[in-house]
């Protein structure tokens, strides 16, 4: 079945760094690859996602870059604000009709000022 | 516009006990989702639904049976509880695809089994 590997589990970085979050998954027939974020006791909140026809997409301080030959995908927080700092997860669809998500464990970021 | 409610908030149970978690969503989403949130585990997903009547099980089904009567609501039930089923669950709903791929989470249930 679909396995989605989420690379670092914690990530520490300086307040105006950049933060890479990385992703594989195992299926090949995935085609929507969202990142959510999620803070202390909240619930999780989509931040950006991309499709499998595009190869990056942009939102102000936030990018994704998808590999599909690779099968891998990736987050860039660029000038790192405290306020970044939350768990975020990569998914990749896994079933036929693309509605059902697989979630990568996650990754704590920190930015300290 | 609620958007994706659960209730409980909380809850308590014994081994053995049974109890049903209801999700409600105010947005006409054709598609609806339980998952549990372990530590370290990121998010799993138990059963889903991709319409009125319709479920189909997830990466984590059992122990865990689901309905959806009506479309603005998924209902979990835990027919025996375990401790391991102590959990944080969430459920979320998304629209048709040609609408949106996002799915939209809930407040979430802390569920603890004793």
């Known amino acids: 079945g679909e396995n989605v590997e989420q690379h670092p589990s914690t990530l520490s970085v300086q307040e105006g760094d950049s933060a890479v979050i990385k992703c594989t998954y195992s299926d090949s027939a995935s085609n929507y690859f969202p990142w ?3 803070e202390l ?3 999780p909140q989509l931040i950006i996602d991309i499709r499998s026809n595009v190869g990056e997409k942009k939102d102000q301080r936030i990018a994704v870059t998808l590999n599909k030959t690779a099968k891998h995908f990736s987050l860039h927080i660029t000038e790192t604000q405290p306020e970044d700092s939350a768990v975020y997860f990569c998914a990749a669809t896994y079933n036929q009709a693309g509605t059902a998500l697989i979630f990568g464990k996650g990754t704590t970021l920190s930015v300290s000022s | ?3 994706v409610t659960q209730t409980p908030k909380f809850r308590v149970l014994k081994t053995g006990q049974s109890m049903t978690l209801l999700c409600a969503q105010d947005m006409n989403h054709e598609y609806m989702y339980w998952y549990r949130q372990d530590p370290g585990m990121g998010l799993r997903l ?4 991709v ?3 319709t479920t189909a099980k997830g990466e984590v089904p059992d122990g865990y049976n689901v309905s959806r009567l009506k479309k603005q609501n998924f209902l ?4 025996s509880a375990a401790p391991s089923q102590t959990s944080v669950y969430f459920c979320a709903s998304s629209p ?3 609408v949106s791929y996002e799915q939209y989470f809930g407040p979430g249930t802390r569920l603890t089994v004793t």
């Open chain 2, 51 to 53: 319409g009125e009547g």
């Open chain 1, 41 to 43: 006791g909240k619930r």
């Open chain 2, 96 to 98: 048709r695809l040609q």
């Open chain 1, 36 to 38: 959510y974020k999620q």
């Open chain 2, 46 to 49: 138990i059963h889903y639904s």
């Open chain 2, 1 to 3: 516009n609620a958007g």
């Open chain 2, 76 to 79: 979990l039930g835990l027919e």
